[in-house]
């Protein structure tokens, strides 16, 4: 087996053994992204000597018997994360030349284990969008048919995960940004609870709603990096001091006595396609038969989730893309004018369509006489949400739904039409707007040969049995086994 292509739970076996080394494996997942990086397009910086370097010293910490984990595993780190001297984007043109001062937390900590960075993936810019075409510098490929989206916002983490071009990866997920993107991809993507994992230095889309989250060839890999990400961090206001247990302890009584909830509103979805109903239909099959309990449950207010989000999401983006000036953070575009007219340049220009409509959306919905109208009676809608999956899970341990309505689609089939991109979302963003965790993990094929997820939800902070559950269905299918041929 080329190195490529271990996961990370099987090179850190090999790496204790010493029967290879970091170095010999972040080349081989470097030459990887040289021979397929120019058509897949999953990442927009590449750190390779910074990478080699980094492989050495785990080298040496592994010879000191200083080794995590992931000392030496070679990773992806979404460009909307910043990473201290290795210049972040966020996919925008506006940050073409920003180069981080400092680590975010996540990447303190996966620094701290010895993990090496690899460089930086593609993305929707800023994190908005579905589909990874809205990057300002041009869009990532599904590895599995190059004329498809690999989903989005974090495609690129997704996609360089899929083409074993990085043992994992970080993403972040706003409305589904991690665990869509994996399904189309056909790998593992968790999104955990809000405030698990600290947001201190996630460049800000909606602040109530992202969260960072790992992306990984299997449940075990996903497992391994929440290990190092989570835990409390002062430096973020909203990161919770709730205790870190060892996420790869793992149920060892298999599902037997677990009840999972169905709800209805998500399997009745209108433009549900017939490929994903039958691949969903076939996991509950697939946990009936490993001891589990399914029950039918009702979250009333779903139908509601699209319209309340992309009312919350652009209002908090607006407020959060305001300092992107030419002045505090941006490139500036400077010709004869005032300096209003300077601001106007640098955004016009800076910002993509789908970055600019979501500003306008947003400002609209914050300004004065429409606040009411529209933000807080979104935040009502949340609160009805948040309020439903609090009912569910006192009839259930965890939910099952699918990922995405469909498989992934053409490359540039909706991006003439942004409200049926938005719809995309609709069975993941309700996990957003209640802070709860959701993973997405393979259940199945298309007719075509594009992977279908599954989505598990579980209460707030329950990641370690979500993780369980996807581990247990992983372990009794065979889906994660199948590889994209490149």
Not at 253 to 265: A, M, R, S, T
Request: aromatic share 6%; charged share 20%; with cysteine.
């Amino acid at each position: 087996m080329p190195l490529y292509e271990l996961t990370i739970e099987a090179a850190a076996d090999l790496l204790q053994r010493g029967e290879i080394s970091s170095e010999d494996l972040t080349r081989a997942v470097l030459a990887r992204i040289a021979a397929l990086d120019d058509r897949v397009g999953a990442y927009l910086t590449v750190d390779r000597e910074g990478a080699l370097e980094q492989a050495r010293r785990a080298d040496e910490l592994r010879a000191a018997g200083q080794a995590t984990a992931l000392t030496g595993i070679p990773l992806g780190i979404k460009d909307v994360i910043c990473t201290r001297g290795l210049r972040t984007t966020c996919a925008s043109r506006l940050l073409d030349n920003f180069i981080p001062p400092y680590d975010a937390t996540v990447m303190q900590r996966l620094r701290q284990a010895g993990a090496v960075v690899l460089g930086k993936t593609n993305m929707d810019e800023f994190a908005m969008g579905s589909s990874t075409e809205n990057s300002g510098f041009g869009p990532t490929a599904n590895p599995w048919d190059l004329s498809r989206i690999p989903g989005g916002s974090s495609g690129g983490s997704a996609a360089a995960v899929a083409a074993n071009m990085c043992l994992g990866s970080l993403g972040s997920d706003t409305g589904g940004s991690i665990r869509q993107p994996a399904s189309h991809c056909g790998i593992v993507g968790l999104k955990p609870t809000y405030g698990r994992v600290s947001r201190y230095g996630l460049v800000a889309f909606a602040s109530s709603l992202d969260q960072i989250g790992p992306l990984g060839k299997s449940v075990m890999d996903c497992a391994l990096l929440m290990n190092v990400i989570c835990g409390h961090d002062p430096r973020d206001s909203t990161s919770v001091s709730e205790p870190v247990p060892d996420f790869t302890r793992l149920r060892a009584d298999g599902l037997q006595g677990l009840k999972i909830g169905l709800p209805v509103e998500y399997f009745e979805a209108q433009g549900l396609d017939a490929d994903v109903r039958q691949a969903v239909a076939g996991a509950v099959a697939t946990v009936e038969a490993l001891g589990a309990e399914t029950v039918e449950i009702s979250l009333p207010h779903t139908q509601y989730g699209v319209a309340a989000y992309y009312i919350i999401a652009p209002s908090e983006a607006s407020s959060n893309l305001a300092r992107y000036d030419g002045v505090r953070f941006g490139v500036r575009r400077e010709d004869d004018g005032d300096l209003l007219d300077m601001f106007r340049r640098t955004r016009s220009a800076g910002f993509g369509a789908e970055v600019k409509r979501r500003i306008i959306l947003g400002t609209y919905a914050l300004s004065a006489g429409y606040y009411d109208a529209y933000y807080g009676k979104a935040s009502q809608v949340r609160t009805l949400i948040i309020e439903d999956f609090r009912k569910a899970f006192a009839q259930c341990d965890v939910l099952l739904s699918p990922v995405a309505p469909t498989p992934a689609f053409a490359i540039g089939e909706k991006t003439a039409d942004p409200l049926t991109m938005y719809l995309s979302d609709v069975f993941t963003l309700c996990a957003n707007l209640a802070g709860i965790p959701g993973i997405s993990i393979p259940c199945g094929f298309s007719s075509a040969g594009l992977p279908i997820g599954l989505q598990i939800m579980g209460r707030h902070f329950d990641e370690a049995r979500l993780l369980a559950v996807a581990h247990h269905f992983e372990q009794a299918t065979d889906f994660h086994k199948r590889k994209p041929e490149l």
